[in-house]
Structures are given as structure tokens and as C-alpha cells.
T-cell receptor, first 113, second 114 residues
Framework: EPEVTQTPSHQVTQMGQEVILRCVPI?????FYWYRQILGQKVEFLVS????????KSEIFDDQFSVERPDGSNFTLKIRSTKLEDSAMYFC???????????FGPGTRLLVL | AQTVTQSQPEMSVQEAETVTLSCTYD???????LFWYKQPPSRQMILVIR??????QNATENRFSVNFQKAAKSFSLKISDSQLGDTAMYFC???????????FGSGTQLTVLP
């Protein structure tokens, strides 16, 4: 069964450093999402992406964040200058056209020191 | 904006028993979808069951079923014959369609006791 994959599974970085989180959505899916979950809290929406542009973004998704689909298979989330409060689990999800279910990847656990 | 409320932060159930997790939501949309996702200790988000708002029939998936009350904006999850592997955090989620986001509730930590 096709699945969403994410790399790395864990990332530790110093405050102020840039990180890039990578996702490979399910191959024929058209809609892509990033969510995050701070430990012990609910899952929060960051951004959705369709047709090579951002469809919707939350207040969390400020100028420090960007997304890209560089090569038709990867979908990346970049955090330019990480803060301590960016420590969280980051989930990528994808959805097929005409379908209603978002399928989630296993997540990247980001720790900012 | 949509909100999703899960009023039970923690629940426990004996193995083989039945448990119901509650979820309410608030929306002005008429057409939407509701989901239950399971998050085991690995923290992966796994789809359990989904319900289309325009369908009156409650969705079922093996031991999992929902009680969808559209007028009351209620969407509870029933787990029958609970198994130890059902121990996880369960999130209720709302999706209004199109390219828009999923909105999650705060989750219910379910523990199945042997």
C-alpha cells in the first residue's frame, strides 16, 4: 500500500539554524499539507499546497517558514532560523484529487536546543 | 472557523469491553467530513474511520463505528471488543472540503487494560 514518507525521523538543531524537513507524498496525490504537534498538545495546521502554490496557511506559518515541491516528488518544509518553540513533531500529509482522506507520514521529531 | 472539542482527556477500558469516545464540533458548513485518527506511542497518525456529513448512515470499520448526529454536531467513536493494541491517543478531526485544512480536537488518551 502506498504511504507518505518523511525524512529525517529525528533532527536536533541549534537555535537560529535552518532546517529542511522532507516528505515524499503518495505518488498520484495532488494536495499536500504540513502539520505540527508540540508534545502533549493537539495537532496544528501549518500550510496546504496545491498546483505548486500555497492554498492556505495558518498564523503559525510566518516568514520563517517556506514550502517547496522542487522536483515533482518531494515536498519540503524549511524553517529559516529555528526557535526553541519550534521543537515539535512535524507531519506531512497528502490527499488525492476528489478524495477526502489526508494520509499522514510518520513525522519528523524536531528538537531545537 | 471550525472548532472541534473532545471533552474526555483520558479514558480506560477493560480488554474485550466496549468504549465510546465523544467529539463535538462547531461549523456553519453544510457539507463536510469527519474523521477519527489514532496516534499510538510511535506518534504516527493512523486513520481509523471517516464519515461524510451528507450520509445519514453511520460509518463502521470492523470493531470501530461512529454515532454521527448532524443536528447536534456530535461525532462519537465506539470501539467494540477493545484490544491492547487500541491503546493510543484518539483525535477527532473536521474537514470542510477543497484544499482546506483538517481541524483537530485536543485528543483522548485511551488505555486498554488487560
Amino acid at each position: 500500500e502506498p504511504e507518505v514518507t518523511q525524512t529525517p525521523s529525528h533532527q536536533v538543531t541549534q537555535m537560529g539554524q535552518e532546517v529542511i524537513l522532507r516528505c515524499v507524498p503518495i505518488s498520484n496525490h495532488l494536495y499536500f499539507y504540513w502539520y505540527r504537534q508540540i508534545l502533549g498538545q493537539k495537532v496544528e495546521f501549518l500550510v496546504s499546497f496545491y498546483n505548486n502554490e500555497i492554498s492556505e496557511k495558518s498564523e503559525i506559518f510566518d516568514d520563517q517558514f517556506s514550502v517547496e515541491r522542487p522536483d515533482g516528488s518531494n515536498f519540503t518544509l524549511k524553517i529559516r532560523s529555528t526557535k526553541l518553540e519550534d521543537s515539535a513533531m512535524y507531519f506531512c500529509a497528502s490527499r488525492g484529487g476528489g478524495q477526502e482522506t489526508q494520509y499522514f507520514g510518520p513525522g519528523t521529531r524536531l528538537l531545537v536546543l | 472557523a471550525q472548532t472541534v472539542t473532545q471533552s474526555q482527556p483520558e479514558m480506560s477500558v477493560q480488554e474485550a469491553e466496549t468504549v465510546t469516545l465523544s467529539c463535538t464540533y462547531d461549523t456553519s458548513e453544510n457539507n463536510y467530513y469527519l474523521f477519527w485518527y489514532k496516534q499510538p506511542p510511535s506518534r504516527q497518525m493512523i486513520l481509523v474511520i471517516r464519515q461524510e456529513a451528507y450520509k445519514q448512515q453511520n460509518a463502521t470499520e470492523n470493531r470501530f463505528s461512529v454515532n454521527f448526529q448532524k443536528a447536534a454536531k456530535s461525532f462519537s467513536l465506539k470501539i467494540s471488543d477493545s484490544q491492547l493494541g487500541d491503546t493510543a491517543m484518539y483525535f477527532c478531526a473536521f474537514w470542510p472540503g477543497s484544499a482546506r485544512q483538517l481541524t483537530f480536537g485536543s485528543g483522548t488518551q485511551l488505555t486498554v487494560l488487560p
